[in-house]
């Protein structure tokens, strides 16, 4: 087996290990350097073209304000043209045609049906009281409202003949959907 | 560089006693001293002698070879310790504001951009934007205007055959839709007591409802009035005109909502080209204007049949003839001379 005898003297070694130490640290040092250099320098480029984008954009704003300025008085207008509209669309979304329910209504009475009197509840009701020649003309009277679209449960509250008149007094509660008597 | 360094390090481990000896013995001496030898604790020397002098200025050399031999990554460091602090550091930290300023800014041209175009386009259709205007102004009015509206009513009653025997009204507030779409308004509610047919009733009931000043009828009932007249209705109306005064202002940064060409914006100013228009300066003086008092107000359109289930159909109609067509007749008097 071949023995090498490294003849290089202690302090040359020392030497040596220095050199390489400055260097390595010289490479490290230079190497951190082009790093953060580089870094910053994207970051700065980076801030630096946004600021000009914004300033640019601040210029561009600026012209646009000044141009809408001009245009005030259209503005105006439109502005109040435009609330207005929507309170009325909603109003009109919601307006109950209540000339459609009485043609149904209408449509609904049988010929021996008398409608005596009629009005309207907050809970999408309505009463209807009169008189019919007979509890089949009430029935019948019934019938024909659930035929009709608005109208979506009829409920009898009362009915009595009478004998000397020789007719049924009814009492009848008509609920009612206010979805079909919108526009 | 490293030949200062050399004899520096060669001085510093020369034993006391061989101080004064050459340094090429010196030299030969530490050569040949073998690497793991035991280093002897330097001798104290006193501050101010000649030795202690020389031993500072050793130490000296050796921390300036140190810094010139390390100058250049001491630089770099620094350098980017500085490029770091300076540079790096502030730009990082200011680039999500500056993005935010930035999105915030791009949007707010956008806006701008749009609006401008929008306003442009309103400015070539300004005649029909103000036709527009003029159309949603009559139905929808600014004021409360109460005579004119008293006098539409009337008249539409009149042309549809009611002959009307109680015209009353009140002010108030309402609001329709729900959520986003909530719109409030003022309104003027107007009690009306009318006599006729069904098919008048009906008449009116359309005439009112295609009736620009805008009128909604809120509650109605009707009851037979007069059997011998071939079943003359006794009608009460609760009606409500709404009204609201807009008066807005050129707000430069926020967009204009209104689109003349939307087909839903289209489709409402078609339907109030078709409502009938009542001018509602005109006026008929001979309609006084009587307010409804609160209760009377409230009760006008709660006053119906609900009634218990065991009433018989006399006692409601008797009920509401009494309510209604007797107390009717005085009034209209007082309000049709």
Known sequence: ?183 | MTNGQEKAQAEAQQPVPQETAPKQSTSKQSAQTPPKAPIKAPPIVAPGTKKAKKDMSVNMIMFKEAIINYIVPIVCLASSILIGVLVLMPSYNSIPQLSADLDEKTMLEITLRNKLSNMNRLLDFKGIVEENSELVNKVLVSEELVPGLLTQIDKLARQSGLSVNRLNYGLGSSSSGDGKNKAEYNTVTVNLGTTGSFAQLKTFMESVENAARLVIVDNFRYSISNRDEGNEIAVNFVLISPYLYVESSAVTDGPIDLDIADEDFQILINKIKGMKYYNPYEIDTSIPLIEASEEEESEEGEEVLEGTPAETTEEIIEETLEGETGDETDETESIFP
């Open chain 1, 1 to 183: 087996m071949v023995e090498t005898i490294n003849l290089i003297p202690q302090e040359e070694r020392v030497q040596q290990t220095k050199t390489k130490v400055v260097k390595l640290s010289t490479y490290l040092a230079i190497g951190i350097l082009v790093i953060v250099a580089g870094v910053g320098g994207y970051f700065f480029y980076k801030a630096q073209t946004i600021k000009e984008q914004v300033k640019s954009l601040d210029g561009s704003v600026s012209a646009l304000r000044a141009d809408i300025n001009k245009l005030s008085d259209i503005e105006i207008n439109a502005r109040n043209l435009y609330t207005k509209s929507t309170v009325l669309g909603s109003i009109f979304e919601s307006k109950v045609f209540y000339s459609q329910l009485l043609k149904e209504l209408e449509a609904s009475i049988p010929d021996t049906v008398k409608i005596n009197s009629f009005s309207l509840s907050n809970d999408l009701t309505m009463s209807i009281s009169g008189e019919a020649s007979t509890y089949n003309a009430v029935q019948d009277f019934s019938n024909r409202l659930l035929e009709r679209e608005p109208f979506i449960e009829v409920e009898l509250n009362s009915v009595g003949l009478e004998s000397h008149q020789d007719k049924v007094n009814f009492f009848i509660v008509v609920s009612y959907s206010e979805e079909m008597l919108y526009d």
